[in-house]
Nanobody
């Protein structure tokens, strides 16, 4: 059974930085895509970023230049480094894993973490 555990959310001031991490377990994730989605109150869930096994990444335009996704395959872990945070980045962030090698905007990943709250104060 695939499990995704996401420590690392919290409260941060606007302009600050935060790093999210997600550890996957339960099977081999070779050639699986890993990524992050988020959902703010009253808004639809949106794609944030994803990375392939080899580290090729895709990032949403809304966070490009501020957020960086990376992964450590030896640890089955994906990270989201968030910088220059804005109040509009406040959301519940969910880690995702999918058997497809690459996730694109519009894809629905197979496995989801429980989510971690990120709150950015102005």
């Amino acid at each position: 059974q695939v499990q995704l555990v996401e420590p690392g959310g919290g409260l941060v001031q606007a302009g600050g930085s935060l790093r999210l991490s997600c550890v996957a377990s339960g099977r081999s994730f070779v050639n699986y895509a890993m990524g992050w989605f988020r959902q703010a109150p009253g808004k639809e869930r949106e794609f944030v970023a994803a990375t392939t096994w080899s580290g090729d990444s895709t990032t949403a335009d809304s966070v490009k230049g501020r957020f960086t996704i990376s992964r450590d395959n030896a640890k089955n872990t994906v990270y989201l480094q968030m910088s220059s945070l804005k109040p509009e980045d406040t959301a519940n962030y969910s880690c995702v894993v999918d058997p497809r090698p690459r996730l694109r905007v519009g894809d629905t990943p197979r496995y989801w973490g429980q989510g971690t709250q990120v709150t950015v104060s102005s």
